[in-house]
Every structure is written in C-alpha cells, then in structure tokens.
C-alpha cells in the first residue's frame, strides 16, 4: 500500500471509525446502566470472569504475553474479516466489549476500587479500545461492499478491500496489539501488586 493509497483507504473509513466509536461509547454507557438496575447480575457476572482470568494469572509475563497477544490478534481478524458477512459481528464485538467494561467501571464504584480499574484497564485499553474500534470499522467497511454489491448490484473490488483490510491488519493492528499486550502482561500485573 503506497502512502496515498494508505491516506485514501483510512478516509474511506473515516465516518465508520466516528460510527463504531459511538457504537462502543453507547454500550460502555448501557453496560454501567444495566450493571447499576441489576447489581447482582453484574457481580455474578464479574466472578465468572474472574474464573477465566485467575488461571491466566498464574502464567509467567511471557507466556501471558503470548496469550494475550495471540488471543487478541485472533479476535481482531474475526472481527475485520467476518465483516463481510453484512458487518454484524463487529457491531456485536463494540457492543460485547463495551457492555463488558461498562459493567467493570460499574463495578469500580463499589466492590473494586475506582483506582484499581484505572491500572487495570487504563494502560492497554488506550490501545487496544482504539484498536478495537479501527477493526470493527475496517470489518463494517466490508460488510458494507458486500451489500452494495449484492443488494446494489454495484461493482465492487472485493479483492483490493480484502488486500487493504489485511495490510492494515499486519502493519497497525499487530503492533498495536504487540504493544498492549506487553503492557498487560509486564506493567499491569506489577501496576496491580500481582507480581
């Protein structure tokens, strides 16, 4: 991808970036809002995840590292390439993950202390939510060629979209993945008093 082609692909998605920002703002707030009318599920719901997290946690730094990355990058390409089928999955991957860290902030109020949410969540989140948020829109960007290709009956270039999605997939999203990931699985856990 040359640099012009790189400019013109990001303003392409422009106004699906702002869409999937808001689609994630509007979840985080539902998620503390449906935390707050049923505490008790919300509470039932953070010690199962305190169930999936704890065996991570007896991992070292590296092999947690491993995890998360590779976890990570997994559910980013998910999240991009199953867009095609008509962009669901990412607006269900915003809506999924900002539910979730509402819920948690929700939680902070209470039962987890406010600061212990901010090292927890704050240090990797400043890149993996705008990574999140770039995937989803690189995925409803596909979802929507595929619509007005098969719907429209517009000629669409799948082949370069594919080709531009993968690019952006390898040389952004990876290494911000990269770097989140060794901040959550060296700086969090010392940040937390874990390690």
Do not use: W
């Amino acid at each position: 991808m040359t640099k012009e082609q790189f400019k013109k692909y990001f303003k392409s998605l422009r106004v699906l970036i702002i869409i999937s920002f808001f689609v994630f703002v509007a979840s985080f707030i539902m998620g503390v809002f449906l935390a707050k009318a049923s505490p008790e599920i919300a509470e039932d719901f953070f010690e199962e995840l305190k169930k999936i997290i704890e065996p991570m946690l007896g991992l070292s730094s590296i092999y947690q590292f491993l995890f998360i990355f590779f976890k990570n990058s997994f559910t980013m390409f998910i999240i991009i390439f199953s867009g095609f089928f008509f962009g669901i999955f990412p607006i269900f991957a915003l809506y999924f993950n900002g539910h979730i860290l509402g819920t948690i902030f929700f939680l902070s109020q209470g039962e987890i202390p406010f600061i212990v949410f901010l090292k927890a969540i704050l240090p990797h989140g400043i890149i993996e939510i705008p990574a999140l948020i770039l995937a989803a829109a690189i995925g409803l960007d596909l979802g929507k060629h595929v619509i007005r290709k098969l719907v429209l009956g517009k000629e669409i270039n799948f082949k370069e979209r594919f080709f531009l999605a993968g690019e952006v997939f390898l040389k952004i999203l990876i290494p911000f993945l990269i770097m989140a990931a060794l901040i959550e699985s060296f700086l969090v856990p010392r940040l937390l008093g874990i390690n």
